[in-house]
């Protein structure tokens, strides 16, 4: 079952199965090492779902603003 990234709570782990976004979101994301396929952990979310969402990839943590995060879309890995 796939979900939005900002469902998923803090410690979960996930994998990026597809990124709804223009050539511009998906190259910055790329920057930040994030792209479809790659497995990362939710570090921390926003109270009130608006801040930024910081993941954990590769050994490094990056923060996602809450509207491009929204447009990630992830299968939980158990």
């Given at each position: 079952m796939?979900?939005?990234l900002t469902?998923?709570?803090v410690g979960q782990q996930a994998r990026i199965v597809e990124i709804?976004?223009?050539h511009h979101m998906l190259a910055r994301l790329?920057?930040?090492g994030i792209h479809k396929g790659?497995?990362?952990s939710m570090v921390s979310?926003?109270?009130i779902r608006r801040g930024p969402v910081v993941v954990s990839v590769s050994g490094s943590q990056v923060a996602i603003g809450h509207g491009m995060a929204i447009?990630?879309?992830v299968e939980?890995?158990?």
């Open positions: 796939t979900i939005q469902e998923l709570i709804a976004g223009g790329a920057r930040m790659i497995k990362l979310t926003p109270i447009k990630i879309m939980h890995l158990s």
